[in-house]
Each structure stands twice: as C-alpha cells, then as structure tokens.
C-alpha cells in the first residue's frame, strides 16, 4: 500500500464550556490515501463536521485538539501556524461546505471569489487569472461562464451556487478536497447532477477527497471507504460495499436497517433505542453501550480497542474483541 | 372502492408578487395550477416533489389555512368553502397538520402541558379532569410520560419535539392530519421511531395522511398512493408498487432513479438545467424544458391527464391516445 496523503492519529477534541471540559472526539485514527474518497457517516452531533475542522484547522474557539497527531504529506499540520496554514488551506487541503449561501460572499461577484483563491496562490496575471477561472467555471458545468462571471450570488439557483463552491474549492488543484454535507441542502434532481461532477471530478483529477454526509445512499454512490462515527468516535471502517453488506458494530447495523425503502413497506422500521448522547451525556467505556442490544457486562466500562477483522474492515466492538475481552 | 374523505378539484393558488418594475403588470407565481386528487379513507397518500413544486400550498389549501385562488376542496363530499363558522369550527377538529419544524411550530414560551391543553380548550372539550387524563393519554400513545408536562419546547430533543407535535395534532381525535415535511429534519434512527409512531397511530384511529416529503425512501416505504408534483401541476398519481418500480412520466422516471440507495449509478437518469421559475413556467408541459423525451407538441399543448388502466394516471404526450395514433 501507498504512503497515505494524510494521515490522523489518536487525535482528541475538546470543548471548553463554563460548566468544565467534555471531549467531543476522541481516538480518531484513518487515513486517506492518494485517489481515495473516504466517506465519514453518522448522525447529527456525532463529530463528522468538527473531525473536518480539526484536520482544517478551523475549529471554533472553544475547542482545541488535546492530543493525537494529523501528517499531511509527513508533516505535522498540528504545529503550524497561521502563516503556514494560509499555504495549506486553499491551495494543498481546500473545503465545501453544505450551504453555499453562507459560503459564498453576497457582496462579491462570482468570478472575483473563484479567482480571489488564484491571487493568493499562483502568479498568474489577471487576464489570465480570469481565463483559469472561466475554464472552471465551465468544468464545474456552469452555464454562460463569460457572463456568470460577473453575476453575483443571489442571481444564481442553489445548484448553481454549489457548483461556484465546487470552482472555488478546485481551482487551485488541491490534493485533497473536504466535501461536509455538499449536496444535502439541494433538491433531488440537482444532487443527481452535483454528485455526478463529483464523480467526474474523482475520475479525472485523482485528487483525494474526505466526504461527509449522514445519506448511506450518498455514501454509497461516492466514496470507495467510509468511516461510521458515533458520539465522537469512529465505531467501524471498510469499504463501502463491505460495510453496507456485512456491518458488523450493533450502530452500524441498527442505521442501515433503520433506513426506509418500499421493500420494507408494510413492516415496523428498525429503531435504535434512545438517542445520541450530547457531550456532557457521554460516560466512559463503549460510546453506544446505552443503546445496544446487544451489550456485554464490560461495555460499560472498558473501552473496545480497534479490531481489524479483514482487509481494511475494523471495528470496535467487544462483541468482536478477542473473547470478548481486551488486551490493552 | 372505499369513499374518498377529501377531493381537491381543479385548484388554483397564483401568489401575486410585486415586482417593483415600471410595466405596471402584476407578475405571478404559479404555486399550483391546476391539481385534481382525492383522498381515501385510511390512505397515506404522498405528496412528492422538488422545493417550489407546490406540494406545501396543496396542503394548506387542504386545510384552508390558504384560499385557493380558484377550484374546490371537498370534505366527505361538500365544499368546504361553503361552511357555515360553526360548522368550520367542527371541521377544524377532524384536520390538522404537523409541519416539519418543531422548533418553529411549537410556542416556545409554553409548557408540553400548556401546549396539549390549548386545543381541548378552545373545542371546549369536557372538564379539567378530563382534560388531564386525556392529555396524559395522548402523551403516552406518542412515548411520552408525565414528566414531559411541565417542560418547554428548547429542552427537548428534535425526536420529542416532533412527537409532541404529534400529540398536539391527534389529541383532537382527527381523521384527516397532514404531514408536511414531518420526520425530514430528523436523523436516521429517530426518523424510523416517528414513521413506526405514526404507523401505529394510523392503525389504532384509522387515519388517513396526506403525507408531503421530498424524500423518496420514505415515501416508498410509509404511503400507499403517490403524486409527483412538478411546477405546480401533477405529472402521475398511482399505487406505490406501481409509481415507484415503473413510473411513467419521464420527470417522475428521474426523479424514482436517483434514489441512491438502491439504484446502480449506470442506471440513474440525470436531468439537466434547473426547476424553471415558477412565475414563469415553461409553455406547454411544464416539463417540458427538461425532458429528454421532448416532442414538438410538447412545447405548444399542454397534456392532458391519461389514466393508465386502474388509479394510474400520468400527463405527459407520450402517453396521450393522439400521440398513439401518430406514432402508429
């Protein structure tokens, strides 16, 4: 296997509130490898979007990584500064964001905000700086480049406006793209087409993408691995056909089944007993111990160690730790 | 055939929109235009669409919280533009509605228990006593218990909101509730207890739903009839067997082949351009601008609804007896 693009090891986020301190993340391990989409799923609350901002370093201010390690092509971006981050983000590691009307600057216009990455980043004079930027303004699919280049956010429809996001983001061929939730604010139609230019974009520019979405459906037509989060852990990883196929972590399962489709109509839908656990709800041992049927005495207790059980398919569950015990 | 407990015919809604502009012409928005359904007693009939579609307006104009600009809403066979206050009074007990944000739909100054009173007491329906017993009640039949009474809205989760929500709605004994965007804002796992809630709901007091939702998963596992809408107009209503595995309309074709769960993406159909503006639509078929089966008659004539052999009917040309003839 490949060196990996990027790699995060046993990193932790904490939030400070007046009340004290709470961990929102905790041991997150993965790597994304050169040409990899790596899919993170879960549901609100469970630390995909903040996984994001730390690796961004974007995080609000009351959080902070406490512990762990993130190594962009072998170096630590934990250490930099504000300096060296303004080289990274944009240019190296850039983000989509799922709704493009915050994203986007109302005030400014189209072309001024793609090519605005350009000026940062590269040389390029202006006129050819507003050649670059109509070439992607095309290769994203916008209609009528010459003259959306001119327009302004409002003027344009949502699928639209995504797709300026998606110029922005790709514009100075970075070598991995953070996708959080891209197409999950737009209508049916429109996520068919912005899906398919992500596609496109996988096939031809083998850049690295980190996509995040709580649509298995999303999941499953993007990324070649994905990873399950759970109040701030990662409870399970595989590729994608493995994970849909044969989930193993009693979390994973009870959110695949308890998707509805006309195959179960008719049938009671498969529930997960209670809820996602907010940060200061969240106790020591298994992060789902609360909620699973299928819980042993020490889930309540001892956190289950990672546990690979084949190909790139790992777990963390004492239902799959060796005699359901752990070794650490 | 069992009676049908509400007929929309022929209804209207145009938005008037001030423009602003020097023509003095009044421009309109064609929220709907020209809907003919009916309802079945005990039927989960779902409402699906794009935003802007019109599938929100068909609900209100249901319930008459909004005038239709012309056309009639029949309730167990009478107008209901036609009844008297009293009556109007009555009726409203047998409708209601659970909109798809709880945060915004429920007073956030008063308590559960203040918000479960409210409507027995403006029904003026039995004493103190009973009231309390028939809010705890309803409580219990939606997972709730006592404790809930005396909290507000903000310090519940989304899941409880929606099923106070829910009580809120069937505390009145209704036969008709509308469910407009109802478990949309919910993950996964809390969407399947509300769809079970409802279910069961559903069966105990022989509801029937006008269930509205963009989400095509769950409207192929929770209604037993489906309406696309698009641009304010119906393209095909048919049983959910039906509609969903072979649907005729080439919008309702693509809008059926993106649901990503199921679907191989070699499959799925992707249209191109975006929904065109509603004050503006497309003459002829409204689909007319996207429609990868576009024939000439298509942009002048607009088609006019063909049933396809029991409850199926679809408006589209290709389908039309003409176009038969021509063809052959």
């Known amino acids: ?328 | 055939m069992k009676e049908p407990i509400v007929q929309v015919e022929n209804v209207f809604k145009h938005y008037k929109q001030s423009q602003g502009n020097f023509s003095g012409r009044d421009a309109y928005v064609k929220a709907v235009n020209g809907v003919t359904f009916s309802l079945y007693e005990g039927e989960s009939f779902g409402l699906v669409g794009e935003s802007g579609s019109g599938k929100s307006t068909i609900g209100q104009v249901m319930l008459q919280l909004i005038q239709p600009t012309s056309g009639v809403v029949k309730y167990k066979g009478r107008d209901v533009s036609t009844f008297s206050r009293k009556e109007r009074k009555a009726w409203r007990k047998d409708v209601q509605i659970v909109f798809q944000d709880p945060y915004s739909s429920l007073n956030p100054k008063k308590t559960v228990g203040w918000i479960l009173n409210e409507p027995l007491q403006i029904h003026k329906i039995g004493d103190k006593s009973y009231r309390k017993q028939k809010i705890m009640q309803t409580l219990e039949e939606v997972g709730l218990d006592a404790s809930y009474l005396n909290r507000y809205p903000h310090e519940l989760s989304g899941g409880q909101r929606q099923r106070v929500a829910i009580a809120s709605a069937i505390i009145l004994n209704p036969e008709l509730i509308v469910i407009d965007e109802g478990v949309s804002a919910l993950d996964v796992s809390v969407q399947a207890q509300i769809l079970n809630l409802l279910k069961s709901l559903q069966r105990k007091y022989h509801l029937t739903y006008l269930f509205i939702s963009h989400d095509l998963n769950v409207v192929q596992y929770f209604c037993d009839r489906i309406a696309v809408m698009y641009l304010g107009e119906l393209m095909e209503i048919g049983k959910t067997e039906e509609l969903g595995t072979k649907p005729k309309h080439p919008y309702a074709e693509a809008l059926f082949s993106s649901i990503l769960m199921h679907n191989e993406a070699e499959n799925r159909i992707v249209l191109e351009g975006d929904l065109p503006n509603p004050s503006n639509p497309p003459a002829g078929c409204p689909f007319h601008s996207r429609c990868i089966h576009k024939m000439d008659i298509c942009k002048t004539t607009k088609p006019a609804n063909q049933y396809l052999g029991g409850q199926h009917q679809v408006s589209c040309h290709l389908y039309s007896e003409n176009q038969s003839i021509q063809n052959a």
């Open chain 1, 1 to 328: 296997m490949s060196t990996p693009l990027l790699a995060v090891e046993n990193m932790n986020v904490t939030f400070q509130f007046a009340d004290g301190k709470y961990k929102a993340l905790e041991d997150i391990t993965f790597s994304v490898f050169p040409d990899e989409v790596i899919g993170i799923v879960g549901e609100s609350g469970c630390g995909k979007s903040l996984t994001s901002q730390a690796i961004l370093g974007i995080l609000p201010d009351n959080a902070a990584v406490k512990q762990g390690k993130v190594s962009y092509k072998e170096k630590d971006l934990l250490k930099y500064n504000e300096r060296e981050w303004q080289q990274v983000r944009g240019k190296e590691i850039s983000i989509i964001f799922q709704e493009p009307m915050t994203a986007l600057n109302p005030l400014l216009t189209i072309g001024k905000q793609i090519s605005e990455v350009l000026k940062k980043h590269t040389n390029l004079s202006k006129s050819e700086r507003k050649k670059r930027t109509i070439e992607m303004m095309q290769e994203v699919g916008l209609p009528r480049a010459e003259e959306l280049y001119k327009a302004y956010p409002h003027q344009l429809s949502g699928g639209m406006r995504q797709r300026v996001v998606i110029a922005i983001a790709l514009i100075a061929e970075p070598d991995l793209i953070i996708a959080d939730e891209p197409t999950t604010a737009l209508d049916v139609t429109i996520q068919a087409q912005v899906l398919e230019l992500f596609r496109k974009i996988k096939l031809q520019r083998k850049s690295s993408m980190i996509f995040i979405s709580h649509d298995w459906g999303v999941i499953r037509h993007v990324c070649d691995r994905v990873l399950v989060m759970y109040a701030g852990h990662i409870v399970e990883e595989g590729t994608v056909s493995e994970i849909l196929k044969h989930p193993k972590h009693p979390y994973t399962k009870g959110l695949i089944q308890s998707i509805p489709d006309h195959r179960k109509r008719g049938m009671e839908l498969y529930t997960i007993p209670g809820k996602v656990p907010s940060l200061q709800e969240r106790k020591g041992g298994c992060p789902f111990a609360d909620r699973c049927l299928e819980r042993m005495e020490q889930c309540g207790e001892l956190y289950p160690e990672s546990r690979l059980l084949e190909g790139t398919h790992a777990v963390k569950c004492h239902l799959y730790t060796k005699s359901g015990v752990t070794t650490s």
